[in-house]
């Protein structure tokens, strides 16, 4: 009797460490080696030439290609679900990149109200000077994306959640009206690390992340990737990125293939101590409201609920006051760093309004909902009693 030998698919926690790496093809060696070099050497003139004619897969210049990038870029494809992925030198190079490759001049961006403040830079630079034109819409209801997409439209952009106001956008509806009208979606799926949410598997096209946040974990590394179809990203390594040049070192790359071996267990905790603090937050008479998508009261918590496994790890809130309440009780605190990034195993706080969305015009902001009063709290790893103690004694001294 013929039998059929499938290879079963390995759970995300076991991907994660394995997938991408061949210990066998890497003289055994059980972590993956940095390959330190800027180019590579060939055997003769003949295979130099049908390397760079395509004919050999060979590596030929770190720009165009390297073996510990490669195993970064396999387990992020992986992990994702997705058929490629391309390894950014920082966040906004793969956003950047990704905005270039999927539009020319003429064309139209409609983006999620509220995205990080350098994507709403890069969004401007793109209209001033490419005259690539862009919307922001609540994509709250289907209606409201139909109406706001144009005959030019090629990209729908989307942060979900939304730093800083964690507002969730229904993926399975964005997508729905985008394969109807042939549109690109893209999600920067940041917030969420490929633990959480998985934006490709509800039918996204593309997935961005800054791994520098909890793809990383150590507050070490600026990188980013970009998943998504093959086609798309071969074109796009041997166009944009190649010629653009926005490329990780391999070094990153490793440190990168590091944090992630550990990401599961520090989402769980990152996502606990969000879930401990924001019942402490919201029931302190300081604090005005809280936005985390794992409140029951929360607008979007439906939304959170069906597409990401957990709430996340981030909560933002509002102080009773104004600016100067909001910067006393940030000066006030003694663990909690005042730092613009996330995803560490420190905790660490930021005010949108002057710091990550500061470039955002000051209407915008409101539009946005980021209010001077506003403070995004990324929970790092310490004892969820330890940080409370800190944020307590800070809320005292306002």
């Not at 510990?68 to 992990?79: D, F, G, P, S």
């Not at 950047?96 to 403040?117: F, M, N, Q, R, V």
């Not at 409201?144 to 106001?165: C, D, F, G, H, W």
């Amino acid at each position: 009797m013929e039998r059929l030998l499938m290879k079963k698919k390995k759970h995300l926690d076991t991907e994660i460490i394995h997938a991408g790496y061949d210990s066998g093809k890497h003289f055994d060696s059980l972590t993956p080696p940095i390959y330190q070099t800027s180019t590579f050497t060939f055997a003769n003139a003949e295979q130099g030439e049908k390397r760079f004619a395509g004919e050999d897969s060979g590596y030929i210049y770190s720009r165009l290609g390297n073996p510990t990038v490669k195993v970064l870029e396999e387990r992020m494809a992986a992990i994702e679900g997705g058929e490629a992925a391309l390894a950014f030198g920082s966040g906004m190079a793969a956003v950047s990149a990704t905005l270039i490759s999927l539009t020319k001049t003429g064309d139209h961006i409609l983006c999620s109200e509220g995205i990080y403040g350098c994507t709403f830079g890069l969004l401007q630079i793109m209209k001033e000077k490419y005259a690539i034109e862009h919307d922001f819409i609540a994509m709250k209801t289907e209606d409201s994306i139909r109406k706001a997409i144009r005959p030019e439209t090629t990209v729908i952009y989307v942060e979900t959640p939304i730093n800083p106001t964690m507002t969730c956008i229904d993926l399975e509806m964005v997508v729905k009206i985008a394969k109807e009208k042939n549109i690109t979606v893209v999600v920067d799926n940041t917030f969420c690390s490929p633990y959480l949410q998985n934006p490709l598997q509800i039918g996204c096209d593309v997935v961005i992340h800054s791994a520098t946040k909890y793809i990383c974990g150590h507050g070490d590394v600026i990188a980013g990737i970009v998943v998504g179809k093959e086609d798309f990203l071969g074109n796009m390594a041997m166009t944009t990125q190649k010629d653009i040049g926005g490329v990780i070192s391999p070094f990153d790359a490793w440190l990168l293939i590091r944090g992630l071996k550990t990401l599961p267990v520090r989402m769980d905790r990152h996502c606990h101590n969000a879930s401990i603090l924001a019942d402490k937050l919201k029931a302190h008479p300081k604090v005005e409201r809280i936005y985390y998508p794992g409140d029951k009261d929360f607008a979007d918590y439906e939304i959170a609920s069906k597409q990401m496994k957990k709430p996340g790890g981030l909560i933002s809130f509002e102080i009773k006051g104004n600016k100067a309440t909001a910067q006393k009780f940030m000066n006030s605190l003694s663990l909690i760093k005042i730092a613009v990034s996330l995803g560490d195993a420190e905790t660490l706080v930021q005010h949108p309004a002057t710091m990550t969305h500061s470039v955002v015009p000051a209407e915008t902001r409101e539009k946005m909902g980021i209010k001077d009063t506003l403070l995004r709290l990324s929970l790092g790893l310490e004892s969820s009693d330890d940080i409370w103690e800190d944020i307590e004694q800070a809320l005292k001294q306002i």
